[in-house]
């Protein structure tokens, strides 16, 4: 009798967890307390990224803001100024970070296709709702933000291929399985995974660094060669397609250069995708040739 009422007592003594708490378990953002933790290797697909995705947008654009100062006093081309180091934060974001917390993780057990496609929902529509109101706020045209959304799509798609393949086929479910059951013959992290993420780095900086080698020697004289080259990476290319021209009478004005550039980084992601595919077929061949010998 005395340890039922022990028992009781101490299950009595147990707090229950805050409703932030209760939340955090919820989008699968923490440990459950009293449950298995069935969300280990990708922890509440796809809502956690989702919350950390926003939570990342709030503090850029607050960071942002702030830094230009008291907001009675900021002129048109301070908020301009902002609005574009804000889309070089998002494309950092986007080009940077999130291949680093996805190369971070446990492959999916679907494969990395999948979760790519999910990945890019979360991030694309968020980039519409930053980029066209500054149509009207900035007085941006909106050919200019239309080039520059075009140019960062094409990148987010590119850095999306190239998470799919380095992120495996995954393998076929067994009879009864979840797909977001923990899997632990799945492919971790490793090595590997930093060189794929110094390849994609070194896509990424290839531009920037290349025009500051030449400028440095004088080689990059010719203004076509110096725009190809900021229109080649996507921390530089917002600030190409964004700047004041204020010969032009208007604050970001692009060109039919800044326009092939790109275009031309949009065929890059479609090939990459296509490329994609093929992979992507051609293991579900040796895959499904497995299954049927086994």
């Known amino acids: 009798m005395s340890e039922q009422q ?3 007592s101490s299950q009595g003594n147990q707090k229950k967890p805050s409703a932030f708490r209760e939340w955090m378990e919820h989008v699968g953002l923490v440990v459950p307390k009293d449950e298995p933790d069935r969300w280990a290797h990708r922890r509440g697909e796809p809502r956690g990224f ?4 926003m939570g990342f947008l709030l503090v850029s654009t607050l960071t942002v803001f702030l830094s230009l100062g008291d907001p009675m006093r900021v002129t048109a081309e301070g908020y301009r100024e902002g609005a574009r180091m804000l889309v070089t934060v998002i494309s950092i974001g986007i080009t940077v970070m999130w291949p680093m917390i996805r190369l971070s993780q446990l492959s999916p057990v679907g494969g ?6 999910k990945d890019l929902i ?25 080039a520059s959304n075009l140019l960062l799509i094409s990148w987010a798609l590119i850095v999306g291929a190239f998470l799919a393949i380095a992120l495996g ?8 399985e979840q797909k977001l059951d923990a899997d632990y013959q799945s492919k971790k992290a490793g090595v590997e995974r930093t ?3 110094m390849g994609l780095l070194f896509a990424v900086l290839l531009g920037p660094a290349l025009l500051i080698t030449l400028q440095s020697v004088g ?9 190809l080259l900021r229109m080649s990476s996507p921390l530089t290319a917002p600030w190409e ?3 004041s021209r204020i010969w032009t009478g208007q604050h970001a004005v692009v060109g039919p250069a800044h326009w092939r550039a790109a275009w031309m980084t949009a065929c890059i992601a479609v090939s990459a995708w296509i490329l994609v595919g093929i992979v992507r077929g051609t293991g579900a061949t040796k895959l499904a040739r497995r299954d049927d010998s086994a």
């Open 6 to 8: 022990t028992t009781e």
């Open 195 to 197: 060189y794929w993420m």
């Open 112 to 117: 990395g296709t999948t979760m790519v496609v």
């Open 241 to 243: 397609m964004l700047q």
């Open 50 to 53: 989702a919350v950390i995705w």
């Open 219 to 227: 080689r990059a004289s010719s203004e076509d060669a110096q725009l």
């Open 122 to 146: 979360i991030l694309l529509i968020p980039l519409q709702a930053v980029l066209w109101p500054q149509v009207v706020i900035t007085g941006w045209t909106v050919s200019a933000v239309a």
């Open 169 to 176: 086929s995954g393998r076929r479910l067994r009879l009864g």
